[in-house]
């Protein structure tokens, strides 16, 4: 999984953009959304895709353009320097976080939202950037305090944004966040590990 | 002695004339039908007697939502009531209406009938059983229809709810309300009044008929600018629940949707400093 941070750079996040754009379409081509949603009936009923391609999908223009613009910017910092990684924290967080609703969150019957992801990207970039001397450390430790600011105040409100989406009864899911970020957590984990025994070896 | 007559019959005259503008029904024999059925009759008729203590209301998502009207107020007023095909429409309208939300799972149009005059939250513990309602949009109105037959058009100022309007020979004032309450709890959550003025046109020939209507006409005028009241009370009231969450509880029943979402502030609180981050780390990795 390791990858040279800069002996690999990728000049243009094409994955990235890929999703995106993809987010994008799906939310104006609504009919297609519907074939890739979290739909937990469906997915009982033999859909399985739908684990993984909920995230896709969006509820409401602020819903598809805030994550769109968060994925645009973590998405293409850690493209650059670690592609694989990036594929992997896509798969693992959109699998694992499906899996998590169907067996935790039995009365969700539909989730959509591209924010584990986002989490996840968020995290990785915090804990791959925060061992820098730069000011840049800094700025990803306020990065990673916000964040966990913010999951631990949408634990505790539960209900304080669904009057953020234009309309409907849309809860947002906070474990969802924290399984992004569990994901990270456990790559870099891997990493690290993985970087310590090569030294170790040389 | 002569001068004494003219002078006290001149002051007669001008005492008959004065009344004769003041509007004063009694004198001139001039009438006004009033239809009116209130919220505040209906839900708290012994007010005197009990302290209702409203708790915080617990709303479940998406709502079950009944729409009914209370009874007419008994007494001079309960002849002059508005027909229940009259209601029925009226109802639907604003059913419809509540029906566009997605918080909202169904709505349930609940007949008069059902409502007991001054039957108060106990009616409403009731019908909510009955209908499986939580919320529930209680509608009231009062009209008032001025039939004078004299032959100056008379100025009128009456009260109507807590409206003031300025009625002329056979005009109609129309004020619907809708007052949306939370049973559990009691509690109202928010309100919305329709108004509306229809101008009098009938003769003396076709009065009944013309007046009966310019009262249809002033409820579904009135209708129409409740459901825009409605509508943006109904913003103003999600918009306290985010600022205020301790007075209003949201949860969601079984079934809810789900969403991964950072919210407006956060967006761009975080994109500002990754791109910041980013960019000191780009930065660095050049030189």
Same mark, same amino acid.
């Given at each position: ?12 996040? +094409? ?27 469906? +997915? ?110 949408? +634990? ?21 966040? +924290? ?24 | ?43 708290? $008729? ?7 203590? $409203? ?61 007991? $005059? ?170």
């Amino acid at each position: 999984m390791q990858e040279n941070k800069h002996a690999h750079r990728h000049n243009f996040p +094409i994955l990235t953009l890929m999703l995106v754009v993809g987010s994008l379409l799906l939310f104006l081509l609504p009919d297609t959304a519907n074939l890739l949603i979290y739909d937990r009936e469906r +997915i009982f009923s033999g859909e399985v895709w739908r684990l993984a391609t909920g995230a896709l999908v969006h509820f409401s223009w602020p819903h598809v353009v805030y994550n769109a613009v968060i994925l645009l910017i973590a998405g293409s910092l850690l493209e650059r320097d670690a592609r694989l990684v990036f594929v992997a924290l896509v798969l693992i967080t959109s699998i694992a976080s499906g899996l998590y609703f169907l067996f935790f969150l039995p009365d969700m019957t539909n989730y959509a939202g591209l924010s584990a992801i986002n989490s996840a990207l968020v995290i990785y970039l915090c804990l791959m950037n925060i061992r820098d001397t730069s000011i840049s450390a800094w700025l990803w430790i306020m990065i990673l305090i916000l964040f966990i600011a913010k999951v631990t105040y949408e +634990i505790v409100m539960q209900q304080a944004f669904f009057v953020s989406f234009t309309q409907g009864a849309i809860q947002v899911v906070p474990s969802a966040h +924290i399984i992004g970020a569990l994901t990270a957590v456990t790559l870099r984990a891997w990493d690290a590990i993985a970087e310590l025994r090569i030294q170790h070896k040389n | 002695m002569n001068s004494s007559y003219k002078k006290i019959g001149i002051i007669v005259a001008l005492i008959i004339f004065a009344f004769s503008l003041s509007g004063c029904a009694g004198l001139m024999g001039s009438k006004k039908t009033h239809k009116k059925s209130s919220v505040v009759d209906f839900l708290y $008729p012994n007010v005197n007697e009990v302290v209702i203590q $409203p708790t915080v209301p617990h709303l479940r998502l998406p709502l079950n939502v009944g729409v009914a009207f209370v009874p007419e107020t008994s007494g001079r007023y309960s002849r002059y009531s508005l027909s229940a095909k009259v209601k029925l429409n009226l109802m639907d309208k604003i059913a419809d209406n509540f029906k566009q939300y997605k918080y909202v799972k169904n709505v349930e149009v609940i007949p008069t009938e059902y409502l007991r $005059p001054r039957g108060g939250f106990d009616n409403l513990e009731q019908l909510k059983t009955m209908y499986g309602i939580d919320v529930i949009v209680l509608l009231s109105y009062d009209q008032i229809q001025y039939t004078d037959e004299g032959v100056v058009s008379l100025m009128y100022w009456t009260l109507v709810g807590a409206y003031i309007f300025h009625g002329e020979k056979n005009d109609t004032s129309t004020m619907i309300d809708a007052a949306v309450y939370d049973i559990n709890s009691h509690k109202m959550l928010f309100r919305a009044p329709g108004t509306s003025q229809v101008k009098g046109s009938a003769t003396i020939v076709n009065l009944s008929e013309e007046l009966r209507k310019d009262s249809i006409k002033g409820f579904d005028l009135a209708t129409v600018k409740l459901l825009t009241n409605l509508a943006a009370q109904l913003e103003r009231f999600k918009s306290k629940i985010k600022e205020r969450p301790e007075e209003v509880k949201i949860s969601y029943r079984k079934g809810y949707s789900g969403g991964g979402y950072f919210g407006g502030w956060f967006t761009g609180l975080f994109v500002m400093l990754l791109g910041i981050a980013g960019f000191y780390a780009r930065k660095q990795t050049c030189s």
